[in-house]
C-alpha cells in the first residue's frame, strides 16, 4: 500500500469570539488558510491537486454548506479542483486529514489538500421552519456558535448535557482539582507566548487579509494561576471549571499539504511527517473528554508502536479537566504534550483544530528530531480521534 505524508502545514492566526477576525466571512477565512498554502509552495501545480477536504462543524450560515469548494473558489484554484466538506465537529479537520490519507493511500489521490474553519464569531441564529403555514405564536431563534441546538426529544436527558457541565463530571470522577485545572491554563498560555516569542509559529501561520492579526489573539503572556484563581466558575456555582481553564470560542482556519511518497515531485518538497496510524473510537455522549484516550491507544497500535517510542503529543485543550483527564490515563510523561501551548491558550475553532494539531506535531519532531508523534482531539457528542506522525529525518 502507498504510504501518505504530511508535506506542508498552514493556519491562521486564532482569532478570538467577536475579536480581529469577526469582520471576516467563513469562507473567506478557509480561502485564506488555501491561498496562504499554495502561495508557500509553488512549485506544485494547482491542477494536481486531486481534492480539497475540509472539516466544518457548522455549516449553517457562510460556511455555505460545502465550505472547501467554496475554498477552492475564493482562493482562485482551477475549477477541476473538487472540493468536499467533512463534519465530525471539533474533529472535523483531523478527519479530514484521516479521509485524505486514506484517498493516498489506496491509490485514489496523489495529491490533497486538508484542513478545516470555523467563523464561531459569524455562526448564524437559526428558527426551526414552522410545521403549518402562518403561524400565529412567537419562535425562539437559536445560536449555532457551540452545542447542541433543535434537541431531538428522543434524546436521553444524560446525552445532551452541556459540555461544561459533562467535564464538571469528568474533573469529579478523574480527582481533578480547580487548582489542577488552572496551573494546566498557565502552563498553556505561557508555552504559546514563549512559542511565539521564539519564532516557532512564524512558518506555520500565514496572515488573513484585511486584517491586522498577527499571531493568535487570545494568547495571555501576563496569565497567572492567581489570577485563574479569581475567575468565576461557568457551569455550576461551586464548580471548577471557567472561560480561563477551558479554551475559548475562536476564528480561525487551517490546511495541511498531503501526499504520497511519489509526490515529493510535483509538490516540489520533501515530506515532514509520514501518516503512521489513524484511530476513531466512540464513547458516551457525556463521556468524550476521555475519548482520545482510547482514540491514541489504537492510532498506536495500527502504527506498530507504543508509548515508550512516543516524543511528542499534541493533545487539543477542549478543557483544562479533560486534558488532565487524557494525560493522566497514558503512561507518558506530562511534559512533552503541548509544548508550544495548547487550545486553553491559542483558540479552538472548533472545524480547523485537527489541522493545527497536525501542523505543530510535524513541526515539533523536526524542532526535538524526535521520531514518534501523537496528534488527538476530543469530540463533542461521545468520540475521539487520533493520529500517529512518524518524523522520516528520525532514525
Given amino acids: 500500500m502507498v504510504g501518505s505524508y504530511v508535506y506542508d502545514a498552514v493556519r491562521t492566526p486564532f ?11 467563513t469562507d473567506d477565512l478557509a480561502a485564506s488558510a488555501l491561498a496562504g498554502l499554495m502561495a508557500r509552495n509553488t512549485r506544485l501545480d494547482p491542477s494536481r491537486i486531486d481534492d480539497v ?5 457548522n455549516g449553517a450560515g457562510e460556511d455555505n454548506r ?7 473558489l475564493l482562493a482562485n484554484l482551477p475549477v477541476s479542483v473538487p472540493g468536499t466538506t467533512v463534519n465530525r465537529l471539533c474533529g472535523s479537520s483531523l478527519d479530514a486529514a484521516m479521509l485524505a490519507s486514506r484517498a493516498i493511500e489506496t491509490g485514489d489521490a496523489d495529491v490533497v489538500v486538508a ?12 428558527v426551526p421552519k414552522p410545521t403549518r403555514p402562518f403561524p400565529a405564536g412567537d419562535a425562539a431563534m437559536v445560536s449555532t456558535a457551540l452545542g447542541w441546538r433543535l434537541v431531538n426529544p428522543q434524546m436521553k436527558d444524560e446525552w445532551v448535557v452541556s459540555n461544561g457541565e459533562a467535564n464538571e463530571v469528568l474533573a469529579e470522577q478523574f480527582g481533578i482539582t480547580r487548582e489542577q485545572q488552572d496551573t494546566f491554563a498557565e502552563r498553556s498560555h505561557r508555552l504559546a507566548g514563549k512559542a511565539w516569542a521564539d519564532g516557532f509559529y512564524d512558518d506555520l501561520v500565514v496572515p488573513v487579509a484585511g486584517t491586522e492579526l498577527e499571531r493568535d489573539e487570545g494568547v495571555r503572556d501576563d496569565c497567572t494561576v492567581e489570577g485563574l484563581a479569581r475567575l468565576r466558575p461557568s457551569f455550576r456555582p461551586e464548580g471548577t471549571i471557567t472561560a480561563g481553564n477551558a479554551s475559548p470560542l475562536s476564528d480561525g482556519a487551517s490546511a495541511v499539504l498531503l501526499g504520497s511518497s511519489g509526490a515529493a515531485a510535483t509538490i516540489g518538497r520533501d515530506p515532514l511527517a509520514r501518516i503512521a496510524g489513524r484511530g476513531t473510537v466512540g464513547v458516551a455522549p457525556a463521556a468524550f473528554g476521555i475519548a482520545p484516550v482510547e482514540a491514541a491507544n489504537r ?12 516524543g511528542a503529543v499534541e493533545l487539543n485543550e477542549a478543557f483544562a479537566a479533560q486534558s488532565l483527564a487524557c494525560i493522566g490515563s497514558w503512561p507518558v510523561d506530562p511534559e512533552i504534550v503541548n ?3 495548547g487550545a486553553v491558550a491559542l483558540g479552538h475553532p472548533l472545524g480547523a483544530s485537527g489541522g493545527r494539531l497536525l501542523g505543530t506535531l510535524a513541526a515539533v519532531l523536526r524542532e526535538r528530531g524526535e521520531r514518534w508523534g501523537v496528534a488527538a482531539i476530543c469530540i463533542g457528542v461521545g ?4 493520529v500517529v506522525l512518524e518524523n522520516p529525518e528520525a532514525g
Avoid: C, H, K
Avoid at 477536504?53 to 462543524?57: D, I, K, P, S
Avoid at 484542513?115 to 437559526?126: C, D, I, L, N, T
Fill in 53 to 57: 477536504v475540509y472539516g466544518n462543524a
Fill in 115 to 126: 484542513g478545516g474553519v470555523e467563523g464561531m464569531s459569524r455562526a448564524p441564529w437559526v
Fill in 339 to 341: 509544548t508550544r501551548g
Fill in 15 to 25: 482569532g478570538r469570539y467577536g475579536g480581529a477576525l469577526a469582520g471576516v466571512r
Fill in 299 to 310: 492510532a498506536l497500535e495500527r502504527a506498530g508502536i507504543g508509548w515508550s517510542d512516543v
Fill in 383 to 386: 468520540q475521539g480521534l487520533a
Fill in 66 to 72: 460545502d465550505v472547501a469548494r467554496m475554498a477552492v
